[in-house]
């Protein structure tokens, strides 16, 4: 079995960074799509910043120029980094990779258990 597991995050106080890290364990034949999702209290899960294999990124508008994700194939782990933080970037953070166990099988999501991010003002 798959399991993903994400690590950093912490208490920053506004204006400052944070960096996140993830990486599976498990059968693993290779990982596709890598993502970071956010949800903060009250409010619904929302995608943060997506990479795929290729390193082609996607960024929710919040973001855009503040976060950087990055991946490294050959640990398979996905980065980002969180610069210019702010009191609504609080959050609890998931990893979700996109993971085929054989070289046959199809791609499922794994997400990990989620890392909380405070930001205080």
């Known amino acids: 079995q798959v399991q993903v597991v994400e690590s950093g995050g912490g208490l920053v106080q506004a204006g400052g960074s944070l960096s996140l890290s993830c990486a599976p364990s498990?059968?693993?034949?290779?990982?596709?799509?890598m993502e970071w999702y956010r949800q903060a209290p009250g409010k619904q899960r929302e995608l943060v910043a997506g990479?795929?294999?290729?390193?082609?990124?996607n960024y929710a508008d919040s973001v855009k120029g503040r976060f950087i994700i990055s991946r490294d194939n050959a640990r398979n782990t996905v980065y980002m980094q969180m610069n210019k933080l702010k009191p609504e970037d609080t959050a609890v953070y998931y990893c979700?990779?996109?993971?085929?166990?054989?070289?046959?099988?199809?791609?499922?999501?794994?997400w990990g258990q989620g890392t909380q991010v405070t930001v205080s003002s």
């Open positions: 990479i795929r294999r290729d390193l082609g990124t």
């Open positions: 498990g059968k693993i034949f290779t990982v596709n799509t």
């Open positions: 979700v990779m996109e993971v085929a166990t054989t070289s046959k099988s199809p791609w499922y999501a794994f």
